[in-house]
Protein backbone atom coordinates (compact mmCIF):
# COMPACT_ATOMS: atom_id res chain seq x y z
CA UNK A 1 0.00 0.00 0.00
CA UNK A 2 0.93 3.30 -0.77
CA UNK A 3 -0.45 6.87 0.30
CA UNK A 4 0.36 10.69 -0.06
CA UNK A 5 0.36 12.52 3.27
CA UNK A 6 0.00 16.19 3.46
CA UNK A 7 0.00 18.19 6.68
CA UNK A 8 -0.56 21.74 7.09
CA UNK A 9 -1.54 22.25 10.71
CA UNK A 10 0.94 24.92 12.17
CA UNK A 11 3.69 26.29 10.15
CA UNK A 12 5.27 23.34 8.54
CA UNK A 13 4.07 22.73 5.09
CA UNK A 14 5.25 19.24 4.44
CA UNK A 15 3.37 16.53 1.57
CA UNK A 16 5.27 12.70 1.70
CA UNK A 17 5.22 9.69 -0.05
CA UNK A 18 4.93 6.49 2.36
CA UNK A 19 4.59 2.63 1.91
CA UNK A 20 3.49 -0.19 3.85
CA UNK A 21 4.52 -3.37 3.18
CA UNK A 22 2.33 -6.62 4.56
CA UNK A 23 4.63 -7.63 6.71
CA UNK A 24 3.95 -3.86 8.80
CA UNK A 25 7.12 -2.12 7.53
CA UNK A 26 6.99 1.39 6.33
CA UNK A 27 9.01 3.33 3.78
CA UNK A 28 9.36 6.72 3.27
CA UNK A 29 9.62 6.91 -0.78
CA UNK A 30 9.50 10.45 -0.73
CA UNK A 31 9.02 13.67 1.67
CA UNK A 32 9.68 17.31 1.67
CA UNK A 33 8.81 19.99 4.51
CA UNK A 34 8.98 23.67 3.88
CA UNK A 35 9.55 25.11 7.75
CA UNK A 36 7.45 29.41 7.44
CA UNK A 37 9.95 30.18 10.54
CA UNK A 38 11.39 33.01 8.73
CA UNK A 39 7.98 34.21 8.17
CA UNK A 40 6.59 34.80 11.24
CA UNK A 41 10.17 34.52 13.51
CA UNK A 42 9.65 38.91 12.92
CA UNK A 43 6.48 38.43 15.20
CA UNK A 44 7.90 36.06 17.71
CA UNK A 45 5.29 33.61 16.58
CA UNK A 46 3.39 32.10 14.82
CA UNK A 47 0.67 34.32 12.71
CA UNK A 48 -2.44 32.36 11.96
CA UNK A 49 -2.94 34.18 8.66
CA UNK A 50 0.41 34.20 7.24
CA UNK A 51 0.62 31.09 7.72
CA UNK A 52 -2.61 30.14 5.83
CA UNK A 53 -1.22 31.66 3.28
CA UNK A 54 1.79 30.01 3.01
CA UNK A 55 0.38 26.36 2.77
CA UNK A 56 -1.77 27.42 -0.08
CA UNK A 57 1.42 29.29 -2.04
CA UNK A 58 3.27 26.11 -1.48
CA UNK A 59 1.33 23.16 -1.19
CA UNK A 60 0.81 22.00 -4.80
CA UNK A 61 4.62 22.41 -5.50
CA UNK A 62 5.61 20.36 -2.36
CA UNK A 63 3.20 17.76 -3.52
CA UNK A 64 4.44 17.40 -6.82
CA UNK A 65 8.34 17.01 -5.24
CA UNK A 66 7.25 14.71 -2.45
CA UNK A 67 5.79 12.32 -5.64
CA UNK A 68 9.02 12.97 -7.92
CA UNK A 69 11.46 12.05 -5.09
CA UNK A 70 9.23 8.97 -4.81
CA UNK A 71 8.79 8.42 -8.44
CA UNK A 72 5.24 7.79 -8.14
CA UNK A 73 2.19 9.70 -10.06
CA UNK A 74 -0.71 10.39 -8.21
CA UNK A 75 -2.37 7.67 -9.58
CA UNK A 76 0.03 5.06 -8.14
CA UNK A 77 -0.98 6.14 -4.61
CA UNK A 78 -3.60 3.81 -3.42
CA UNK A 79 -5.28 6.74 -0.95
CA UNK A 80 -5.00 10.16 0.47
CA UNK A 81 -4.33 11.37 4.06
CA UNK A 82 -4.45 14.64 5.37
CA UNK A 83 -3.97 16.39 8.84
CA UNK A 84 -7.88 17.23 9.98
CA UNK A 85 -7.35 18.56 13.00
CA UNK A 86 -5.48 19.81 15.84
CA UNK A 87 -3.97 22.81 14.78
CA UNK A 88 -4.56 26.55 13.18
CA UNK A 89 -7.83 25.98 10.99
CA UNK A 90 -6.43 28.34 8.00
CA UNK A 91 -4.27 25.48 7.11
CA UNK A 92 -5.91 22.81 7.80
CA UNK A 93 -9.10 23.86 5.94
CA UNK A 94 -5.78 24.33 3.11
CA UNK A 95 -4.65 20.85 3.83
CA UNK A 96 -7.60 18.94 3.62
CA UNK A 97 -9.17 20.75 1.51
CA UNK A 98 -6.62 19.87 -1.32
CA UNK A 99 -6.40 16.24 0.27
CA UNK A 100 -10.45 15.94 -0.71
CA UNK A 101 -9.89 17.58 -4.48
CA UNK A 102 -7.34 15.18 -5.18
CA UNK A 103 -9.60 12.32 -3.52
CA UNK A 104 -12.03 13.47 -5.52
CA UNK A 105 -10.16 13.75 -8.76
CA UNK A 106 -8.32 10.36 -8.73
CA UNK A 107 -11.17 8.64 -7.12
CA UNK A 108 -9.33 7.25 -4.14
CA UNK A 109 -10.18 6.74 -0.80
CA UNK A 110 -8.86 9.55 1.57
CA UNK A 111 -7.85 9.96 5.53
CA UNK A 112 -8.47 12.67 7.50
CA UNK A 113 -5.83 12.34 9.67
CA UNK A 114 -5.59 13.29 13.68
CA UNK A 115 -2.07 15.40 14.00
CA UNK A 116 -1.27 14.07 17.27
CA UNK A 117 -2.13 10.34 16.22
CA UNK A 118 0.65 11.13 13.70
CA UNK A 119 2.91 11.58 16.25
CA UNK A 120 1.94 9.09 18.21
CA UNK A 121 2.50 6.12 16.09
CA UNK A 122 5.72 7.30 14.35
CA UNK A 123 7.84 5.10 16.16
CA UNK A 124 6.19 2.04 14.58
CA UNK A 125 6.86 3.53 11.37
CA UNK A 126 11.14 4.11 12.53
CA UNK A 127 11.31 1.32 14.89
CA UNK A 128 8.18 -1.35 13.54
CA UNK A 129 7.63 -0.79 18.28
CA UNK A 130 4.74 -3.30 19.26
CA UNK A 131 1.58 -2.21 21.74
CA UNK A 132 1.18 -0.90 23.76
CA UNK A 133 3.43 1.45 24.53
CA UNK A 134 3.61 5.57 26.13
CA UNK A 135 4.30 8.68 24.23
CA UNK A 136 5.51 12.01 25.44
CA UNK A 137 4.68 14.91 23.17
CA UNK A 138 6.59 17.92 23.61
CA UNK A 139 6.06 20.76 21.33
CA UNK A 140 5.49 24.14 20.88
CA UNK A 141 1.58 23.76 21.03
CA UNK A 142 1.48 20.33 23.05
CA UNK A 143 2.30 18.63 26.62
CA UNK A 144 0.89 14.93 26.25
CA UNK A 145 1.60 12.21 28.12
CA UNK A 146 -0.49 9.13 26.09
CA UNK A 147 -0.87 5.25 26.25
CA UNK A 148 -0.87 4.06 22.96
CA UNK A 149 -2.44 1.04 23.06
CA UNK A 150 -3.64 0.51 19.30
CA UNK A 151 -4.46 2.08 16.16
CA UNK A 152 -7.47 4.80 17.18
CA UNK A 153 -6.76 3.33 20.42
CA UNK A 154 -5.74 6.26 22.82
CA UNK A 155 -5.49 7.09 26.38
CA UNK A 156 -4.31 10.46 27.41
CA UNK A 157 -2.27 10.12 30.95
CA UNK A 158 -1.43 13.68 31.38
CA UNK A 159 -1.34 16.85 29.82
CA UNK A 160 -0.28 20.69 30.56
CA UNK A 161 -2.73 22.71 32.89
CA UNK A 162 -1.51 26.07 31.31
CA UNK A 163 1.64 26.31 28.80
CA UNK A 164 2.82 23.41 26.45
CA UNK A 165 7.03 22.92 27.03
CA UNK A 166 7.72 24.07 23.88
CA UNK A 167 5.99 27.53 24.97
CA UNK A 168 7.58 27.57 28.29
CA UNK A 169 11.20 27.43 26.15
CA UNK A 170 10.22 29.98 23.41
CA UNK A 171 8.65 32.61 26.79
CA UNK A 172 11.65 32.04 28.71
CA UNK A 173 14.06 33.25 25.71
CA UNK A 174 11.50 36.21 25.28
CA UNK A 175 11.77 37.17 28.35
CA UNK A 176 15.24 37.14 28.19
CA UNK A 177 15.69 38.59 24.85
CA UNK A 178 16.85 35.64 23.32
CA UNK A 179 15.60 34.76 19.57
CA UNK A 180 13.05 33.12 18.40
CA UNK A 181 11.70 29.83 18.27
CA UNK A 182 13.26 29.74 21.91
CA UNK A 183 14.25 26.21 22.67
CA UNK A 184 17.63 25.97 20.40
CA UNK A 185 18.16 29.57 21.93
CA UNK A 186 18.04 28.82 25.71
CA UNK A 187 19.56 25.72 25.21
CA UNK A 188 22.77 26.99 23.36
CA UNK A 189 23.15 29.85 26.24
CA UNK A 190 22.71 26.86 28.96
CA UNK A 191 25.75 25.33 28.30
CA UNK A 192 27.48 27.41 29.90
CA UNK A 193 25.39 28.58 32.32
CA UNK A 194 25.59 27.43 36.32
CA UNK A 195 22.37 24.84 36.86
CA UNK A 196 22.20 25.40 40.23
CA UNK A 197 22.43 29.47 40.91
CA UNK A 198 18.35 29.57 41.20
CA UNK A 199 16.42 27.34 42.47
CA UNK A 200 12.90 27.63 40.17
CA UNK A 201 9.89 25.69 41.12
CA UNK A 202 8.89 22.11 39.96
CA UNK A 203 5.14 22.75 39.57
CA UNK A 204 3.25 19.11 40.37
CA UNK A 205 6.22 17.05 41.25
CA UNK A 206 5.22 14.08 43.74
CA UNK A 207 1.50 14.55 42.99
CA UNK A 208 -0.32 11.55 41.89
CA UNK A 209 -2.04 13.04 38.74
CA UNK A 210 -0.02 12.73 36.11
CA UNK A 211 0.01 16.52 34.29
CA UNK A 212 2.00 19.20 33.81
CA UNK A 213 2.45 22.36 34.66
CA UNK A 214 4.98 25.07 33.39
CA UNK A 215 3.45 29.02 33.71
CA UNK A 216 4.96 29.61 37.15
CA UNK A 217 8.31 28.11 36.33
CA UNK A 218 8.29 31.17 33.12
CA UNK A 219 7.31 33.39 35.88
CA UNK A 220 10.28 32.64 38.52
CA UNK A 221 12.88 33.27 35.26
CA UNK A 222 11.13 36.61 34.51
CA UNK A 223 11.68 37.21 38.63
CA UNK A 224 14.77 36.25 38.10
CA UNK A 225 15.69 38.48 35.57
CA UNK A 226 13.80 41.31 37.02
CA UNK A 227 16.21 40.75 40.21
CA UNK A 228 19.42 41.38 38.27
CA UNK A 229 20.54 44.57 36.74
CA UNK A 230 21.69 44.64 34.55
CA UNK A 231 21.86 41.67 33.45
CA UNK A 232 24.74 40.18 32.04
CA UNK A 233 24.88 37.24 29.62
CA UNK A 234 26.46 35.01 31.74
CA UNK A 235 23.12 35.81 34.42
CA UNK A 236 21.17 34.69 31.48
CA UNK A 237 23.29 31.68 30.96
CA UNK A 238 22.80 30.65 34.33
CA UNK A 239 19.17 31.67 34.51
CA UNK A 240 18.90 28.94 30.73
CA UNK A 241 20.53 26.40 32.40
CA UNK A 242 18.61 26.64 35.95
CA UNK A 243 15.28 26.58 33.79
CA UNK A 244 16.21 23.41 32.24
CA UNK A 245 17.56 21.64 35.36
CA UNK A 246 13.71 22.73 37.00
CA UNK A 247 12.23 21.38 33.76
CA UNK A 248 14.12 17.72 33.79
CA UNK A 249 13.33 17.36 37.47
CA UNK A 250 9.85 17.83 36.64
CA UNK A 251 9.64 15.27 33.70
CA UNK A 252 11.64 12.88 35.44
CA UNK A 253 9.19 13.17 38.31
CA UNK A 254 5.73 13.34 35.91
CA UNK A 255 7.10 10.97 33.57
CA UNK A 256 8.61 8.39 36.05
CA UNK A 257 5.31 8.52 37.63
CA UNK A 258 4.03 7.36 34.06
CA UNK A 259 6.75 4.41 33.80
CA UNK A 260 5.34 3.08 37.02
CA UNK A 261 1.13 3.38 36.17
CA UNK A 262 2.75 1.55 32.83
CA UNK A 263 3.86 -1.10 34.49
CA UNK A 264 0.93 -1.50 36.49
CA UNK A 265 -1.72 -1.77 33.45
CA UNK A 266 0.68 -3.93 31.41
CA UNK A 267 2.84 -6.36 34.10
CA UNK A 268 3.70 -8.12 31.27
CA UNK A 269 4.28 -6.34 28.59
CA UNK A 270 7.65 -7.33 26.85
CA UNK A 271 9.22 -4.30 25.49
CA UNK A 272 7.63 -1.84 27.77
CA UNK A 273 8.91 1.59 25.63
CA UNK A 274 8.57 5.34 26.23
CA UNK A 275 8.62 7.44 22.66
CA UNK A 276 9.27 11.17 22.49
CA UNK A 277 8.03 13.30 19.92
CA UNK A 278 7.49 16.80 19.20
CA UNK A 279 10.48 19.40 18.55
CA UNK A 280 11.34 20.19 22.28
CA UNK A 281 12.76 16.53 22.06
CA UNK A 282 15.49 18.08 20.03
CA UNK A 283 17.01 19.16 23.55
CA UNK A 284 20.00 17.48 25.02
CA UNK A 285 18.97 17.85 28.63
CA UNK A 286 15.74 16.65 28.07
CA UNK A 287 16.95 13.72 25.95
CA UNK A 288 19.40 12.61 28.45
CA UNK A 289 16.86 12.92 31.67
CA UNK A 290 14.25 11.07 29.62
CA UNK A 291 17.25 8.34 28.65
CA UNK A 292 18.49 7.82 32.45
CA UNK A 293 14.81 6.95 33.60
CA UNK A 294 14.38 4.69 30.92
CA UNK A 295 17.26 2.91 31.62
CA UNK A 296 16.41 2.69 35.24
CA UNK A 297 13.46 1.26 34.94
CA UNK A 298 13.97 -0.97 32.21
CA UNK A 299 11.88 0.38 29.83
CA UNK A 300 13.11 1.45 25.62
CA UNK A 301 13.97 4.61 25.10
CA UNK A 302 12.53 5.85 21.72
CA UNK A 303 13.40 8.96 20.22
CA UNK A 304 12.88 9.25 16.03
CA UNK A 305 15.14 11.26 14.15
CA UNK A 306 14.22 15.19 14.78
CA UNK A 307 12.81 15.54 11.06
CA UNK A 308 10.23 13.29 12.12
CA UNK A 309 9.93 13.80 15.66
CA UNK A 310 8.68 17.27 14.19
CA UNK A 311 5.94 18.35 12.19
CA UNK A 312 6.50 16.14 8.99
CA UNK A 313 3.85 14.45 6.37
CA UNK A 314 5.31 11.21 6.72
CA UNK A 315 3.75 10.90 9.71
CA UNK A 316 0.18 11.73 8.83
CA UNK A 317 0.86 9.67 5.49
CA UNK A 318 1.99 6.40 7.97
CA UNK A 319 -1.43 7.78 10.13
CA UNK A 320 -2.99 6.61 7.26
CA UNK A 321 -2.05 3.39 5.90
CA UNK A 322 -1.90 1.93 10.10
CA UNK A 323 -5.68 2.94 9.81
CA UNK A 324 -6.35 1.22 6.27
CA UNK A 325 -4.35 -1.96 7.79
CA UNK A 326 -6.63 -2.56 10.87
CA UNK A 327 -9.33 -1.84 8.49
CA UNK A 328 -10.54 1.21 9.50
CA UNK A 329 -13.21 3.05 6.67
CA UNK A 330 -11.89 6.16 4.85
CA UNK A 331 -13.55 9.42 5.63
CA UNK A 332 -16.30 10.73 3.81
CA UNK A 333 -15.56 14.06 1.30
CA UNK A 334 -17.67 16.16 4.39
CA UNK A 335 -15.26 15.72 6.51
CA UNK A 336 -14.64 19.03 8.61
CA UNK A 337 -11.41 20.34 9.67
CA UNK A 338 -11.22 20.74 13.52
CA UNK A 339 -8.88 23.21 15.53
CA UNK A 340 -9.51 21.24 18.07
CA UNK A 341 -9.23 17.38 18.53
CA UNK A 342 -8.51 15.40 21.41
CA UNK A 343 -6.84 12.13 20.54
CA UNK A 344 -9.15 9.81 22.50
CA UNK A 345 -11.90 11.71 22.09
CA UNK A 346 -11.24 10.16 18.54
CA UNK A 347 -11.33 7.08 19.82
CA UNK A 348 -14.46 7.00 21.73
CA UNK A 349 -16.47 8.37 18.77
CA UNK A 350 -14.49 6.27 16.56
CA UNK A 351 -15.93 3.12 18.81
CA UNK A 352 -19.20 4.62 18.96
CA UNK A 353 -19.86 5.58 14.93
CA UNK A 354 -18.69 1.72 14.26
CA UNK A 355 -16.46 3.02 11.98
P1 LIG B 1 2.47 21.62 17.39
O1 LIG B 1 3.18 20.65 16.52
O2 LIG B 1 2.14 21.10 18.72
O3 LIG B 1 1.30 22.28 16.71
P2 LIG B 1 4.76 23.37 17.02
O4 LIG B 1 4.68 23.30 15.54
O5 LIG B 1 5.06 24.69 17.62
O6 LIG B 1 3.44 22.83 17.72
P3 LIG B 1 7.17 21.78 16.93
O7 LIG B 1 7.48 22.41 15.60
O8 LIG B 1 7.12 20.32 17.05
O9 LIG B 1 5.85 22.35 17.55
O10 LIG B 1 8.24 22.31 17.99
C1 LIG B 1 8.55 23.66 18.14
C2 LIG B 1 8.87 23.90 19.60
O11 LIG B 1 10.03 23.14 19.98
C3 LIG B 1 9.17 25.35 19.88
O12 LIG B 1 8.47 25.74 21.03
C4 LIG B 1 10.69 25.36 20.13
O13 LIG B 1 11.12 26.35 21.01
C5 LIG B 1 10.90 23.98 20.71
N1 LIG B 1 12.29 23.52 20.55
C6 LIG B 1 12.97 23.35 19.40
N2 LIG B 1 14.25 22.99 19.64
C7 LIG B 1 14.38 22.94 20.98
C8 LIG B 1 15.46 22.66 21.89
N3 LIG B 1 16.69 22.36 21.44
N4 LIG B 1 15.21 22.70 23.22
C9 LIG B 1 13.98 23.01 23.68
N5 LIG B 1 12.94 23.29 22.90
C10 LIG B 1 13.12 23.27 21.58
MG1 LIG C 1 6.03 23.55 14.02
FE1 LIG D 1 3.05 18.59 15.87
Given at each position: ?43 GG ?13 L ?5 Q ?26 L ?11 R ?14 H ?7 D ?11 SG??T ?5 R ?17 EA ?18 E????T ?52 KA ?7 R??R???R?R ?55 A ?24 D ?11
Amino acid sequence: LTILGIETSCDETAAAVVAREVDGRGTILGEVVLSQLDEHSAYGGVVPEIAARAHVEALDTLIGQALARAGKTLDDVDAIAATSGPGLIGGLIVGLMTGKAIARAKGKPLYAVNHLEGHALTARLTDGLPFPYLMLLVSGGHTQLVLVRGVGDYERWGTTIDDALGEAFDKTAKLLGLPYPGGPAVEKAAETGNPDRFSFPRPLVGEKRLDFSFSGLKTAVRQAAQSIEPVTDQDIADICASFQKAVARTLKDRIGRGLERFRQEFPTAADPALVVAGGVAANKVLRSTLQELCDRNRFRFVAPPLSLCTDNAAMIAWAGLERMAVGLSPDDLTVAPRSRWPLDEDAAAKLGSGK
